[in-house]
């Protein structure tokens, strides 16, 4: 082994050991010999989703069929595993539903922050943000007549300094999703009350990987997906914040049946429910929300602070690691401090480098991009 090698082995090995969270890996079920980097686009399968899958396929929808909206409390999901993420995101119990997909709870958020803030001409977006959002917001700007303007992500707070009785809503995301930058979201969300405006969050690559305090920070509304740090499997369901103070006003486009305040009575014209039932829309999808609700268990006596600390040290290593092994070749790497190990990141670049001066890689450019990348 040459000296870098060993010395940066000597250093996985020590950082490893230090490590308090190495146990968590325990809670994965992740196949032998695979290093896994893709964190912040499909979360690795926690150990405790399986058998609930299991059991709610055959016991509870094979044996106990419709009854189990009321004897298994499906009905009451959504709100249940709302709860359980409003833990992660630092918002008390009642402010968070689970549901439909980030785009989905997106455009129901931004409509109904600019409901909420009617007469004011300007919906302001992150430039850079994921695509999603920047088709939504301009989406939701035309539906309302509002004018879209995008700006960078730390010029939000300048631009409502200086035109914010304009601005209806911001949109904004406390994770740059293709650099992993930080923008503040009390400094974003301080500018945009000061001027009367109201912030809306984007937490996809922020939830389970950050600290986060919803509440404390006084967020408006927030929204986020469920198949990332939060490990809830593909297409699991997206959450959506309301704030306690805005449930009252909270007027959504998607008055779907479930958001009733009587969802059985038929006879009636839509009547919101109470709280942040009233941002539930149509039948949840009881399989993937149970798979996301097993899977938040993976953070069961997981201090969030501990975990930054570790994604600190894992990305701090990994980029060492890189300017040691790697010239830069604009890979994209996302590690879950539950799942990865300083050992594995020193594996995973020390084989990149070997693909990389073998040119291992180069036929792989010119083949045909496949559809997910
Ligand atoms: C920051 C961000 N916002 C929104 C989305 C879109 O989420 P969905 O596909 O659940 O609508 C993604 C997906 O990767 C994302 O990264």
Redesign the pocket.
Known sequence: MSSTAERLAARAAALDSADPLSGLRERFLLPPGVVYLDG??LGALPAAVPPVLADAVHRQWGTGLIRSWNDHAWWQAPLRVGDAVGRLIGAAPGQVVVG???????FNALSAAVRLRPGRPLLVVDRD?????RYLAASVARLHGLRLRAVPADALADLLSREGEQVAAVLG?P?D?RTGRLTDPAAVTRAAHDAGALAVW????AAGALPLDLDALGADLA??????YLCGGP?AP?FLYVAHRHQADFDHPLTGWNGHADPFDPTEEYRPAEGVSRARIGTPPMLSLLALEAALTVFEGVDPARLRAKSLSLTGFLLDCADDLLAPQGFTLGVNALYVSHADVLHAMTTLREIAAEGAHRPYLAKRRAVVT
């Open positions: 912040n686009s439909d997909s980030t785009s989905v709870q997106l943000h994921f695509p999603t959002d995301a994770v999703y984007d937490l996809c690559h929204v986020g997906c469920g198949y990332k297409g997206a």
